[in-house]
């Protein structure tokens, strides 16, 4: 176990890079807002509504990035047994999560303007739904399953990304010819504000990625210390 | 490895012809579930007929869910899986085996549902339309089975096994209750079908062989030894 692991440099031990990133993505975040609201054009058909387009988008994405990432920590895990595998495994799953509920949160309330339903079994939000369902079921077996909980999770992972593809067809079949596929050729100050969105989702992402590493490699450092005491019989 | 699978399956078969338990127990929730779900559909005086296709499949997966948990408690009970793992058996001819037991279980509770669901929803069948709809379930049990033994035996040593099977199992068959139930329809109602049986099957097809490959793969690194 490093001993380093509380001896990062900086007030606290926070790292002062992650914390000059955080402050660019802020005033990304604000950026974006100011593109997306004020110099975005309003789109003809859907109005000003169509603006959820520049978060719920980006939100897509990064939940797509993010299952990779945990599909990533979840075969490393299962192929080397490393807990920093399983750490990145695991950061990925919530943050799957935590982007997936913006996702399927952002997507109904468009849906209700555009298309006049909050769910319209839409062939990208359905599969999108599975695919968070998968990632809460992982974490809840982190959560009860016990001894062997983190192989599970990371199988789960796997099977998470396999099964969006099958889902993803079968609702395509399955609905036919509705098609909820809005976006045709975008206006270039829309493409500004939307891949400045993006830009601004991915510098989010990394930044709580690495918190949520660093949580993680703390919160074991802390339970060695626990294990250290316990056997040096410090504890009660 | 064929032939290890085969011999850990005639096992469970064996056990279960003496004590028909599984079966006994599964063949009937397999059709008190069809029979609650026709009670709760309905319209008039008779259960909705477009909900049967449906149905069937809630049924199988529901039923499949006792047999899955069933089978792997009965390997706990005895401490078996520590002698069957500890045995020069490669892994995954373990899984298979189990796999071929679980399939033939909810083979046999179908024979059940499948005329249950043809009873209550008054379902019209010929010839033909059974052997496409015995395809249809024949592959899509197939794909249940395959992953649904996986996790089984994954979380055989977990605290809230049960719950938490139908927790991560059901995420990840849902193509399979989608293809089933879209299939079925196909067969029942081919008039307003949305794709053609082939699709569905096609579908199911390839899930099947996708799961297998992959649950071969993880299968060793997914068993606590």
């Known amino acids: 176990m490093t001993p380093g692991a509380f001896d990062e440099k900086g007030p606290l031990g926070f790292p002062p890079v992650l914390a000059v990133l955080c402050a660019i993505t802020g005033l990304m975040f604000c950026y974006s807002l100011h593109l997306a609201f004020y110099v975005a054009p309003v789109e003809a058909q859907m109005g000003f509504v169509q603006k959820i387009f520049y978060f719920h988008v980006p939100s897509a994405w990064v939940l797509f990035l993010s299952v990779g990432v945990a599909a990533v920590g979840s075969v490393g895990f299962l192929s080397t047994r490393g807990a920093k595998w399983d750490r990145l495994g695991n950061a990925g799953t919530e943050l799957a999560i935590v982007f997936g509920a913006l996702v399927l949160f952002s997507g109904p309330l468009w849906g209700r303007k555009a298309w006049g339903a909050y769910w319209v079994w839409d062939v990208r939000l359905t599969s999108s739904l599975v695919l968070v369902l998968t990632m809460v079921a992982s974490k809840i077996v982190r959560g009860y399953a016990g001894g062997s909980a983190k192989q599970i999770a990371a199988g789960l992972a796997i099977f998470a990304v396999i099964n969006s593809v099958f889902v993803y067809y079968s609702v395509d079949i399955w609905r036919g010819t509705h098609p909820p596929k809005v976006m045709g050729d975008l206006d270039p100050l829309m493409k500004k504000a939307l891949w400045t969105s993006v830009f601004t989702f991915l510098l989010a992402y990394v930044c709580l990625l690495w918190m949520r590493l660093r949580l993680g490699r703390l919160e074991a450092a802390v339970d060695h210390l626990h294990m250290q005491a316990t056997e040096a019989g410090l504890h009660d | ?225």
């Open chain 2, 1 to 225: 490895m064929i032939k290890d699978a085969l011999r850990i399956a005639e096992k469970d078969l064996k056990l279960e012809g003496r004590s028909k338990e599984i079966l006994l127990t599964m063949g009937f929730f397999g059709f008190l579930a069809v029979l609650t779900l026709a009670f709760a559909f309905r319209r008039g005086d008779a259960p909705v007929a477009s909900v049967a296709s449906g149905s069937l499949w809630v049924a199988i997966a529901f039923s499949g869910t006792l047999g899955l948990g069933r089978a792997f408690e009965r390997e706990r009970e005895n401490d078996s899986i520590r002698a069957l793992l500890l045995s020069p058996v490669p892994r995954t001819s373990i899984y298979l085996g189990k796999a071929i037991g679980i399939v033939t279980f909810m083979f046999v509770v179908e024979l059940v549902v499948v005329p249950a669901v043809l009873l209550f929803f008054t379902i019209p069948m010929g010839v033909e339309k059974i052997a496409w709809l015995t395809l249809l379930c024949v592959l899509g049990t197939l794909g249940y089975a395959l992953v649904g033994t996986l996790l089984a035996a994954s979380l055989i040593r977990s605290g809230a096994r049960d719950v938490l099977l139908a927790v991560v199992l059901y995420p990840i068959i849902i193509p399979v209750i989608i293809a089933g139930a879209m299939g079925t329809n196909a067969i029942f109602e081919p008039q307003i079908a949305h794709a053609d049986l082939g699709t569905w099957l096609r579908v199911l097809g390839a899930f099947d062989v996708v799961m297998l490959v992959t649950s071969l793969w993880i299968f060793e690194a997914l068993i606590l030894d």
